[in-house]
Nanobody, 120 residues
Framework: QVQLVESGGGLVQAGGSLRLSCAVP????????TAWYRQAPGKQRELVAQITSGGSTIYADSVKGRFTISRNNTKITVDLQMSSLTPEDTAVYYC??????????????WGHGTQVTVSS
């Protein structure tokens, strides 16, 4: 059973910062693109940021300039540094990873989610 372990959520005031971390089981060769998604109450889950094994990144327009995704390819952890938080960033944040290889294929996995609440 592959399990992504998230940590770092919590309650923060508007304008503050939080850092989320996700531990992904595997190696540099077996862990492909990783990402953070979020789901606010009553809304669909949306991509926040993703990073490939080579370090290429994509960000949602709503978080550009405020959030930074990074990846440690030795321990295979994926962090999301969040700054200048607003109440609109309140959501459950989910880690996502593709694990496998080019020969046998890739499987997509989700973490259980970590709550981020930004108070005004």
């Amino acid at each position: 059973q592959v399990q992504l372990v998230e940590s770092g959520g919590g309650l923060v005031q508007a304008g503050g910062s939080l850092r989320l971390s996700c531990a992904v089981p595997g190696t540099t060769a077996s862990v492909g693109t990783t990402a953070w998604y979020r789901q606010a109450p009553g809304k669909q889950r949306e991509l926040v940021a993703q990073i490939t094994s080579g370090g290429s990144t994509i960000y949602a327009d709503s978080v550009k300039g405020r959030f930074t995704i990074s990846r440690n390819n030795t321990k295979i952890t994926v962090d999301l540094q969040m700054s200048s938080l607003t109440p609109e960033d309140t959501a459950v944040y989910y880690c996502n990873a593709n694990i496998g290889n080019t020969k046998f294929g890739w499987t997509n996995y989700w973490g259980h989610g970590t709550q981020v609440t930004v108070s005004s």
